[in-house]
Structures are given as C-alpha cells and as structure tokens.
C-alpha cells in the first residue's frame, strides 16, 4: 500500500498483470492501466447488453445466482456502492455490505484479519474502496484465489469501472473514439478517476486528450501519459467533444494549492458562456459528487448537453459486465487448476 502523501501521478507500479488470467481474461478488476483495448471493448459491448436489464428488477439474469458478493467501502461514497449492490442483485448475487463504521475495524482488526475472517464466510467478490492507494491490490494479493477483487476507488490511485461507465457514456453520444477531442478539467492531482480515465481514453485511441487545471492541480510528469496540459480554461475548452469536470477534493487538500473557490470559479468553473467554446453538440460529464457553484454552474450541470445522470445509470450496466467477466475468468482458471 501506498503512502498518499505522494503526489505523483501514479502511485507507484502497481502491477496489472495480476488482474488477468493466463488466457488474458480479467479475474480482478483493479486498474485500467496495461489492459488491452479489446478488454475494454468487450466490458463496453457487454455493458450495452445490459443497459435495459437494470431498469427491470423482475428481469434479473441468474448469471451469479449462488455467488456471494461482498462490499468493503472504507470510504463514503453515494454511487459507486449503491450501482454495485444493484448490479450484484440484478445478477442474483447475494450481497452484503459491511458497515465498517460498526464493524470490528474500529476495534483495531487489521485489513488481513478482516479479509482472512470475510473469506471464511465463503465469500466469491469483494468490491473495494479505500482512501489509500493499491489498498485493493493488496487484498487481491492475499485473498483467495477464488475471490475476485473489484477496485470501487483507492486513493489518488484507480476508479476503473468509474472510467469504464464514462467511456460506455461516451461511446453512445459520440460512437468512435478516434476522432474526439476530450478534456478533463479541474483536481487532476487527486483525482483517480482522472487517471483511470486517461488510461482508457488512450488505450481507446482518443485522438486528444487534455488536462485542464491551475498548475497546482496538475501531477509533475502527465505528459507522459499522452495528454496536452492547459493552465488556461478557455484555451483547453476550445473545440472539445467531450468537457469532464473534476469535483475539488477539499478533503484531500493540504491547503495552498487554490486561492478561494470564488476564485477558482471564475478562473476554471464551467459556465455556460465557457461552454459556447466548445463544440456546439459537446456533452458535459462529472463523476459526482458535484460542488455546484465550485466546478460547474448549476445551469450546466442540468442543462441540455449535461449527461451527468446517464453516466450513473450506465454505472449499474458497466458493473454488471465487469463481474460477469470476472466470474468467468475464475471459472476458467480454477478450471484449470
Ligand atoms: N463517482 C463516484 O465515485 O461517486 P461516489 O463517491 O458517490 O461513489
């Protein structure tokens, strides 16, 4: 595990190749960086195969009918936890949450112990969020090895099903990849949605991507992950397809890096005049959660060419792909064992 005071872009070699079988299928799901692009195509195309299932509770698919699923959310979150649980129940999955302000985690049980005590219960999934980084390799690596292992967000680290509902969003608004212009503006430094999403968006082929933010929000070194860096809002908006904003991580901040949100705004806030710099059918997308008035204008966030609410229904069909794909990399490998 990561120490995050480091503030670095990525924290460390985390190794990829442990999130795939020998085959090449996906049996973690911990982190975009080193996948292949047909991977990420295939969790996108099976994504799509379930965009109408979520809607329907009666038309759960039996796919992990038996399989226990469980979350591990050591840090808040609105979104991911509650399109996990949906997705799991979608899929006939039993699942259960711990409610680790109540669990035996405040009485000084180590992670170890916890995965060790979890893993006894016969437990087949383990969805992850931690606020420090490669908290969710570490329990990949000692869990195990029937359990798969999903990354829900660890640190300034990885959200890989986060960048994969952005892509899937993406993708029914703008189809190919190839030839966009997309611009990630705001806390790239703390930011592990920003670089799930740059590794996908390269892996992808995206013709440009950009990084927008005041040079104190900007990790040393981005370039090398090929995107161009803008200090200036209007020049990096100009032309984009696709403007993702970045919520401030406030919480994650050891102060001096911004002046004063007022001042933020009227420097980086997406208005709707800034808007008008892009093109005219660019769409507009946050993570969530969104600091209106801080990020983005309310008259954005609702407006006509946001898709911020698309990509949180698209987050119970990505989650279903990704552990249909990691249910079945685990049968193929211990089928080999
Ligand atoms: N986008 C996202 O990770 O939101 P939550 O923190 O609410 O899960």
Do not use: W
């Not at 406030?250 to 001096?256: D, N, S």
Request: charged share 20%; net charge neutral; with cysteine.
């Amino acid at each position: 595990m990561r120490n995050d005071n480091s503030q670095h872009l990525t924290p460390g070699a985390l190794p990829s190749s442990m999130q795939l079988t020998r085959e090449g299928q996906l049996k973690h799901f911990l982190t975009i960086e080193g996948l292949p692009p047909l991977l990420l195509e295939e969790i996108l195309n099976r994504a799509e195969q379930f965009l109408d299932l979520p809607n329907k509770a009666q038309n759960k698919a039996p796919v992990l009918r038996g399989k226990t699923v469980m979350n591990l959310f050591f840090e808040n979150s609105t979104r991911t936890r509650m399109t996990f649980e949906l997705a799991a129940q979608r899929l006939s999955a039993d699942v259960v949450t711990l409610d680790i302000r109540h669990s035996s985690t405040s009485k000084g049980e180590s992670l170890l112990d916890t995965i060790r005590n979890l893993s006894a219960m016969n437990c087949d999934m383990f969805i992850v969020r931690h606020q420090h980084s490669g908290v969710a390799h570490f329990i990949a690596r000692y869990c195990p090895p029937h359990i798969s292992v999903l990354n829900a967000g660890d640190g300034y680290h990885q959200h890989p099903t986060q960048a994969m509902l952005d892509m899937l969003t993406i993708r029914q608004h703008k189809k190919e990849f190839p030839p966009l212009k997309v611009g990630i503006v705001g806390d790239i430094l703390h930011s592990r949605v920003a670089r799930s999403q740059i590794h996908a968006l390269t892996t992808l082929c995206t013709g440009e991507v950009r990084v927008i933010a005041p040079r104190t929000l900007i990790p040393a070194g981005i370039e090398q992950m090929g995107v161009n860096v803008f200090n200036n809002m209007e020049q990096g908006l100009d032309d984009l397809d696709v403007i993702i904003m970045l919520r401030l991580q406030k919480e994650r901040m050891q102060g001096g890096l911004l002046p004063s949100e007022r001042e933020y705004f009227s420097l980086y806030g997406l208005t709707e005049e800034r808007l008008k710099l892009a093109k005219s059918d660019a769409i507009v997308m946050h993570p969530g959660p969104v600091n209106r008035g801080v990020e983005i204008d309310s008259r954005v966030a609702d407006g006509s060419q946001s898709v911020i609410l698309q990509q949180v229904s698209n987050g119970i069909a990505v989650r279903m792909a990704v552990m249909t794909m990691v249910m079945s990399g685990q049968a193929t490998e211990q089928s080999l064992l």
